[in-house]
């Protein structure tokens, strides 16, 4: 044993844990070198531990969420952003886990997390983000809610390309998109209209597995369907046999003729249409 070398106890717990250590998988020696690493306020053995005690291990260890929590509070507390996305996530689905809600606490650690992953782990970041925009856009008795906090992190999960919970991430940032849009411009004002852009991350959303989003989608091509975006005319007060052009783009507008397609461009739908990302 390397007594006092807490890296090196953590790597015994995981080659007991793994097998490579004998023949097999040896789970009470994983634990004792894991506990050794913890002691000493190891990350990656505090991590270790609290996954153990989250699972269970037969015979070995007794399923704990609370004592997972505690080992995950040490790591957390100590910058460790895995620890502190697990968190976020135990608390923003405190029922599934059997806690108490605490959605400040849950803000506090999705918002360490997006901090200190950004730059080492994008799909770490990306769920701290999505909890983030999940907790201000929903609201509660604890925590106010914010369309233009939950637009912005909603944003910074979807844009790295590695937001999760099956398209649900990209399918609240479209809500979040149009509430806003709603607050800020009502008309939806050619060169302020966040609706095409909500149109391609409902695409996404829908491509991630989210099923909703096919409703939300048919209800905005149908809102459109059938007139010119540019002088609202309509399909039968066009000329006889004239089909109407659809942007290539955001394939939600419609013109009845390219004359008007280009006026909606230069007037400001160019920008709409090539802000999707953003």
């Not at 015994?12 to 097999?24: L, N, Q, T």
């Not at 109407?244 to 160019?270: I, T």
């Not at 920008?271 to 953003?278: A, G, H, P, R």
Request: hydrophobic fraction near 35%; charged fraction near 20%; glycine fraction near 8%.
């Amino acid at each position: 044993m390397c007594r006092g070398l807490k890296w090196a106890q953590f790597q015994a717990g995981f080659k007991y844990e793994s097998g490579e250590i004998g023949r097999h998988p040896n789970m009470k020696k994983a634990v004792q070198y894991y506990k050794l690493s913890a002691e000493q306020n190891h990350p990656p053995g505090l991590l270790n531990l609290a996954r153990l005690y989250s699972d269970g291990v037969p015979g070995v260890i007794k399923r704990s969420t609370m004592k997972a929590m505690g080992y995950l509070q040490k790591a957390a507390d100590l910058g460790n952003f895995h620890a502190q996305v697990n968190i976020a996530r135990m608390l923003y689905h405190f029922e599934h886990f059997g806690l108490d809600a605490d959605y400040p606490k849950a803000v506090k650690y999705a918002t360490l997390a997006s901090q200190y992953a950004t730059v080492t782990d994008k799909t770490a970041a990306a769920e701290a983000n999505s909890i983030l925009g999940f907790l201000f856009l929903d609201g509660n008795h604890e925590l106010y809610s914010s369309v233009n906090l939950a637009t912005h992190y909603l944003g910074l999960a979807v844009k790295n390309g590695t937001a999760s919970y099956d398209g649900l991430t990209e399918f609240k940032y479209c809500d979040a998109l149009v509430q806003q849009n709603e607050n800020l411009y009502p008309y939806h004002l050619t060169g302020f209209n966040a609706i095409p852009r909500v149109m391609f991350w409902l695409r996404k959303s829908l491509t991630a597995g989210q099923s909703a989003a096919k409703n939300v989608i048919n209800n905005f091509e149908s809102r459109e369907r059938g007139k010119c975006s540019a002088c609202n005319a309509s399909e039968d007060e066009a000329a006889a046999g004239k089909k109407f052009l659809r942007c290539g783009r955001c394939k939600l507008y419609h013109y009845c003729s390219k004359e008007c397609q280009m006026k909606a461009w230069n007037a400001g739908h160019k920008v709409d249409c090539k802000s999707v990302y953003c």
